[in-house]
């Protein structure tokens, strides 16, 4: 089956650095990943995604690798500033017990923006 | 233009209680996702819905537990004798079915429901 986590649970930078943050996945079979972004006592907010058959997309200030040699994706933010600070999810699509379309969260990464 | 709307946003129930959580949806969306967020957790999916029709309910436990979305009105999660492990957060998401799921599914604040 497939699960989906996170490296490291907390993650502190400088205010201005660039931010990376990891996610290692099982499921080979799985085509399409999301990152999402969850501030303090709200939900989820979907950033950027990336489909299986892409190694790299961009967004605004942020960049979405995928290596599906050793099944791992990074999501990069350039510049952070103090509201990026929150808790970032990774979710793949294809796992076992995921449901809608079988979505699969990770447990997260609390990126903590230092002045 | 409202996004996804959830109430309440806190609930405090005894055990043994009842426990209602509402979500309306996007405007215009006709699919919702229900998910528990355990603290330091991810999210973890209940069920999904679209109007009068359950289409998957494998996240959802046996017993206690039952979701619906009716013809009309919100989207209804319903615990019923609740037990402090059901405490968590409830997240209600919703969206259009599209060749992008993630760009299409938006989530709601969450109810924090408390058992006493």
């Known amino acids: 089956g497939e699960s989906v986590g996170l490296h490291l649970p907390t993650l502190s930078v400088q205010e201005g650095d660039n931010s990376i943050i990891n996610c290692a996945y099982s499921n080979s079979a799985s085509d399409y990943f999301i990152w999402y972004k969850q501030e303090s006592g709200k939900g989820p907010q979907f950033i950027i995604d990336?489909?299986?058959?892409?190694d790299k997309r961009q967004g605004q200030r942020v960049t979405v690798l995928l290596n599906k040699t050793v099944k791992h994706l990074s999501l990069q933010i350039a510049a952070t500033q103090p509201g990026d600070s929150a808790v970032y999810f990774c979710?793949?699509?294809?796992?076992?017990?995921?449901?809608?379309?079988?979505?699969?969260f990770g447990k997260g990464t609390h990126l903590i923006i230092q002045p | 233009n409202a996004g996804v709307m959830q109430n309440p946003r806190h609930l405090v129930r005894r055990r043994g209680q009842e426990a209602r959580l509402r979500c309306s949806p996007m405007?215009?969306?006709?699919?919702v996702y229900w998910y528990r967020q355990l603290p330091e957790e991810g999210l973890k999916f209940m069920v999904y819905l679209q109007k009068e029709n359950i289409i998957d309910e494998s996240g959802m436990p046996k017993e206690r537990f039952s979701a619906e979305f009716p013809k009309e009105g919100p989207s209804i999660l319903r615990i019923q004798q609740v037990v402090r492990g059901d405490s968590a957060a409830y997240f209600c998401?919703?969206?259009?079915?599209?060749?992008?799921?993630?760009?299409?599914?938006?989530f709601g604040s969450g109810t924090q429901l408390s058992v006493l």
């Open positions: 998401a919703s969206s259009n079915p599209g060749p992008t799921l993630g760009e299409k599914l938006f």
């Open positions: 990336i489909r299986s058959n892409m």
């Open positions: 979710a793949g699509l294809g796992g076992s017990g995921g449901g809608a379309d079988g979505l699969t």
């Open positions: 405007k215009g969306h006709s699919h």
